[in-house]
């Protein structure tokens, strides 16, 4: 089973405003850069989770993105499901037309994977992620790499 590049980016992308919550509103191009997601694609996805009430937007200068509601209640699930995305191990549709219109033999061995899949990633908050060594390291390496980066964009600029 694999999540399709839809689904992992929103997982990421949100997992990004988790971690740097606090700091203010996101911008996309920040988390963009950070996470190596095309700035059109974020767009594109954040539209669907701000409509599903996951994500608010801040206008004006300094604006950008922040969650709509507590990282400890919103799911990996959720943000799945916000940019519909729907987690299914069948290789067939989930009415069961896999063989000629009729299940084939192993459609409900897969499908009960994909429910086991949705019941342990609605068990998973933003929070639990943030709190993860693993996570917290890999975006310290993140923020690391993408200030030096604006450092060399802006030593650059003046030279």
Same mark, same amino acid.
């Given at each position: 089973?694999?999540?399709?590049?839809?689904?992992?980016?929103?997982?990421?992308?949100?997992?990004?405003?988790?971690?740097?919550?606090?700091?203010?509103?996101?911008?996309?191009?920040?988390?963009?850069?950070?996470?190596?997601?095309?700035?059109?694609?974020?767009?594109?996805?954040?539209?669907?989770?701000?409509?599903?009430?996951?994500?608010?937007?801040?206008?004006?200068?300094?604006?950008?993105?922040?969650?709509? $509601? %507590?990282?400890?209640?919103?799911?990996?699930? @959720?943000? =799945?499901? /916000? +940019?519909?995305?729907?987690?299914?191990?069948?290789?067939?549709?989930?009415?069961?037309?896999?063989?000629?219109?009729?299940?084939?033999?192993?459609?409900?061995?897969?499908?009960?994977?994909?429910?086991?899949?949705?019941?342990?990633?609605?068990?998973?908050?933003?929070?639990?992620?943030?709190?993860?060594?693993?996570?917290?390291?890999?975006?310290?390496?993140?923020? $690391? %790499?993408?200030?030096?980066?604006?450092?060399? @964009?802006? =030593?650059? /600029? +003046?030279?």
């Amino acid at each position: 089973m694999r999540l399709t590049t839809k689904g992992r980016y929103a997982v990421t992308a949100m997992l990004d405003l988790a971690l740097h919550e606090g700091r203010g509103p996101i911008s996309l191009a920040d988390i963009s850069a950070r996470q190596k997601i095309s700035l059109s694609y974020l767009e594109q996805l954040f539209a669907k989770l701000r409509r599903n009430s996951l994500v608010k937007s801040v206008r004006g200068p300094g604006g950008g993105y922040q969650l709509s $509601r %507590a990282k400890e209640s919103i799911f990996v699930v @959720e943000v =799945i499901d /916000a +940019v519909n995305e729907s987690v299914d191990a069948t290789g067939c549709n989930s009415a069961g037309d896999c063989l000629d219109g009729e299940a084939c033999l192993t459609h409900y061995l897969w499908c009960d994977l994909s429910e086991q899949i949705h019941s342990f990633l609605s068990k998973i908050s933003l929070a639990d992620l943030v709190a993860r060594k693993d996570v917290q390291e890999v975006s310290q390496r993140q923020d $690391r %790499a993408h200030l030096n980066t604006i450092q060399m @964009e802006s =030593i650059e /600029a +003046v030279g």
